[in-house]
């Protein structure tokens, strides 16, 4: 799976990553943002664990945001399970150096219809730290809506947050 863009590509990870994945990826700025299962300091180990999960391309999807030939962040489409199981999870982080180009945007405006076709999904969410308006506006600009405000829902570095959960239907509804 590959997908071309102006300025970037999205394709599969590889262990030749792994140094620029370290590189990219283990910044507190970027992890304050994440789940704590996002490692911070983020190691050698870390990245060889996340690119060989990433390998299992039937259970999710794991891309890598391609560069010049670089991996600088990571775009991943995770569908939940059980009563759940036609939710699917949608995730990113870029390496800050490329911030602000429009490219998460791009990345998540491209990824939409490949995880509809690809997972057997009705609804597409994210759930955002109430401290991270630049994952708002990316979800905002790619046509996802503001369904739901978890109050408190959140512990992140020893400080508590809502989560704002915003969701994006195969069908366009809601949008
Ligand atoms: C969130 C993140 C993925 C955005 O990636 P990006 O490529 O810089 O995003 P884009 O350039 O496509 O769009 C960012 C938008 O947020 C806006 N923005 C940035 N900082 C903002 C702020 N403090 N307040 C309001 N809007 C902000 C930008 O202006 C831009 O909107 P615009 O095009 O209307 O001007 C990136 O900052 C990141 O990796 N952050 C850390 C990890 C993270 O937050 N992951 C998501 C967890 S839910």
Redesign the pocket.
Known sequence: MQIDRPGFVLRAWTFEDEEPLVRHANNP??AA??RDEFPSPYTPGDARRFIAAAGDTVSYLYLAIDVNGEAV?SIGIQPLDDVRRRTAEI????SES????????DAVHSIIPVAFERFDIIRLE?G??SN????M??LE?CGFVREAVHQKAITKNGATFDEIVYVCFGDGAGQ
Request: glycine share 14%; charged share 15%; proline share 4%.
């Open positions: 700025r970027i943002m994440m962040g995730g990113y982080w870029l490329l911030w602000g180009r429009g490219i998460v945007t994210a955002v730290i991270n308006p630049a994952s506006r990316v600009k």
